[in-house]
């Protein structure tokens, strides 16, 4: 087939794609030329018409269209798919043409190209050159870019920025001269390959053809589109070694985001094999992002499962709704969600391959109840594998559950900022956390990351600065929260979560609901013990001569510090086990003389937390009250200075009102 001019090409796919008469003004209008030329060119199209058994039907005061065998246009629509069209007579020649190299070489390659250079290559005289360059500056200066240098970036534009600049005067570009680019998914974008890769270009087609394939998810014409143009000027950027600055946003946003972590993991293996591009940590996230904005969702459906994997997924499901008090064993998207990630994982687990999570010690802070429970569930994979979960792994399964968690349930999202930095903002965090209930999530943030982020999914702002925010409302309190302060943040908070399911412990549970759980053989205080192994093994030999635990509890507890950090910055540590090693539940409280290293932190508070499968339908209660209590340094030191165990019981259920 014979190529025809890139309007001759437009002018006969605006035809195939017709369902009725057209009149020519439709067409003349559609590609920005003449009824005559329109003529014209029907005239220059007849060969292929003919060639694929269809004609134009010309019908006074209807127009024109296009008539023959169904089949046939079909068939037609596809050669012209698959032509490079990329450089026709009527595109390479024009001054926006010349535009996106100059834009190219300058936001793509940072290379300087002189106007001789270019006068050269494009055959034009280098005043039309300065024409050129300067229409492509002034775009540029007002893009939103930082003010260019001799025709150069600075050294301080992110690279988000440099992307998304390029990207949105590309798509302006497509639509004039390649206007079916973003009208099929079957498009592989080859006229592109006069600017970028091929081989970029080839990888990115592949990628996002097997990742629908592979999650059962079909993605609209235009969002295959724009994700194909953005992973390519990603790739093409990266490989040339700029690397994405951190985003800095919001950790609620993050999680979402992050349940793509293993998706965009695999794509930076393949990518570093095929192309040698080197990701690191803010690429990663960066590339998460793309992928949740196009709707890519995590899945598989093209692999055969092991039935074992089915059972274990659904056990574990079963497990969280038991721990939860809520529904998500029913939650198909999470269940498809699990089973590509738990694949993958046993794997990894089974051959040594140590995966970090990024936001591992963020979802510890901020998720602390779901992280926990998440960890009890997973014992399900001890009993079916043999396996244990680290926490990054651990916290990756948080990931997923807290999003099908919080679509049960409005969760409201609530930001602390405060002038003086992180520390005045923990101070008020501390104050407040009591009387938070658990459906409200906190996250401190500083005032750039309130500038540079988008809030409307903000509840509410809890400042110690001067604040004017529209349509969000803002309290606004001293350093130190007062006591009628806390109440005000309180009464607000708990109407934020009025009538809806809460993630906490019911209200008739308080601190004296522990005193079931609690006896005088495991309470000690003031142990004059050094060292993490030994204070474990004090404690194990314990709980075993009160005959609470199987034999495989030490094995249990020693695994458990091997997989992660259980102390908190607050200075107490939380070793526990398996449920299945035990057989009654029993919580012990020791307090050491002097500080002890606990993996990250200093702790002088140990609390076991030893519970019983079957009591695992409220572990998500003793986990709320227990982190409640000893959620500050402030509450801890007062459970350490206790010098008797009716003290430190009183303390207890005080600290629980």
Not at 84 to 104: C, F, G, K
Not at 572 to 597: G, R
Not at 619 to 640: H, Q, T, W
Request: charged residues 25%; proline residues 3%; aromatic residues 8%.
């Amino acid at each position: 087939m014979n190529k025809l001019t890139l309007r001759e090409n437009e002018l006969l796919y605006l035809l195939l794609s017709q369902k009725e008469y057209q009149a020519a003004k439709f067409f003349s209008e559609q590609l920005s030329v003449s009824n005559k030329t329109i003529y014209s060119d029907l005239e220059q199209i007849q060969h292929y018409l003919v060639e694929n058994e269809l004609k134009i039907d010309r019908v006074p005061r209807k127009g024109l269209y296009l008539i023959g065998p169904p089949e046939a246009k079909e068939r037609l629509k596809g050669v012209l798919q698959q032509e490079t069209i990329s450089v026709l007579e009527d595109e390479v020649y024009s001054p926006a043409y010349r535009q996106l190299i100059m834009i190219s070489a300058i936001l793509l390659d940072e290379k300087k190209v002189t106007y001789d250079e270019y006068a050269e290559l494009f055959l034009v005289s280098k005043q039309s050159i300065k024409k050129d360059m300067d229409e492509v500056l002034g775009y540029l200066r007002t893009s939103g870019l930082k003010e260019l240098t001799n025709r150069c970036l600075s050294p301080l534009e992110k690279e988000t920025m440099i992307q998304k600049v390029y990207k949105k005067y590309l798509i302006s570009y497509n639509k004039k001269y390649h206007s079916h680019a973003g009208n099929t998914q079957n498009n592989d974008l080859t006229f592109l390959n006069e600017i970028f890769n091929q081989k970029i270009i080839d990888q990115v087609n592949s990628f996002i053809e097997k990742t629908m394939i592979h999650t059962g998810k079909m993605l609209n014409d235009y969002f295959v589109y724009s994700l194909k143009l953005s992973l390519i000027i990603f790739l093409t950027r990266l490989k040339a070694g700029h690397h994405v600055e951190e985003q800095n946003e919001f950790v609620f946003k993050d999680l979402q985001k992050m349940q793509l972590y293993m998706v965009a993991l695999s794509f930076s293996e393949e990518m570093n094999q095929e192309l040698q591009c080197i990701f690191y940590k803010n690429d990663l996230q960066y590339l998460c992002s793309l992928l949740l904005a196009h709707g890519v969702v995590p899945g598989i459906s093209d692999m055969h499962i092991d039935e074992t994997i089915r059972k274990t997924t659904q056990t574990l499901m079963n497990e969280m709704t038991h721990l939860l008090d809520v529904k998500v064993d029913n939650d198909e998207q999470l269940y498809h969600a699990l089973i590509a990630h738990i694949m993958p994982m046993i794997h990894r687990l089974k051959n040594d391959i140590y995966v970090r999570n990024p936001l591992k010690d963020n979802i510890k802070e901020q998720y602390t109840t779901m992280f926990m429970l998440t960890q009890f569930a997973a014992t399900v994979f001890e009993k079916d594998y043999k396996l244990f979960l680290n926490e990054d792994e651990v916290s990756f399964l948080t990931i997923h559950f807290q999003i099908a968690f919080e679509k049960v349930q409005s969760t409201k999202h609530v930001l602390i900022v405060c002038g003086n930095g992180l520390a005045t903002s923990e101070l008020i965090y501390n104050r407040i956390k009591q009387n938070l209930p658990a459906s409200v999530i906190v996250e401190i943030a500083t005032e750039r990351q309130l500038k540079e982020n988008p809030i409307d999914d903000i509840d509410l702002i809890i400042a110690a600065i001067p604040l004017e925010i529209e349509d969000i409302p803002v309290l606004h309190v001293s350093a130190l929260p007062t006591a009628a302060e806390v109440s005000m943040i309180a009464t607000y908070l708990s109407n934020l979560s009025e009538n809806e399911k809460t993630f906490t412990y019911s209200k008739e549970i308080n601190a004296g609901s522990l005193n079931p759980f609690i006896q005088q053989e495991l309470i000690f205080l003031n142990q004059h013990l050094e060292r993490k192994d030994e204070v474990l093994h004090f404690l194990i030999e314990q709980y075993q001569a009160l005959g609470l635990v199987n034999e495989f509890f030490e094995e249990s507890m020693f695994q458990r510090e091997v997989l992660g950090n259980t102390s908190l910055t607050s200075g107490v540590a939380l070793p526990h086990a398996a449920p299945e090693t035990i057989k009654e539940t029993k919580l012990s409280f020791m307090t050491v003389q002097k500080p002890i290293m606990w993996g990250a932190n200093q702790i002088q508070l140990i609390i076991t937390l030893a519970i019983a499968e079957k009591d695992m339908g409220i572990a998500k209660d003793l986990v709320s009250i227990l982190y409640d209590m000893i959620g500050s340094e402030e509450s801890v030191r007062k459970i350490v200075q206790c010098k008797t165990s009716k003290e430190l019981i009183n303390c207890l259920e005080r600290r629980g009102r």
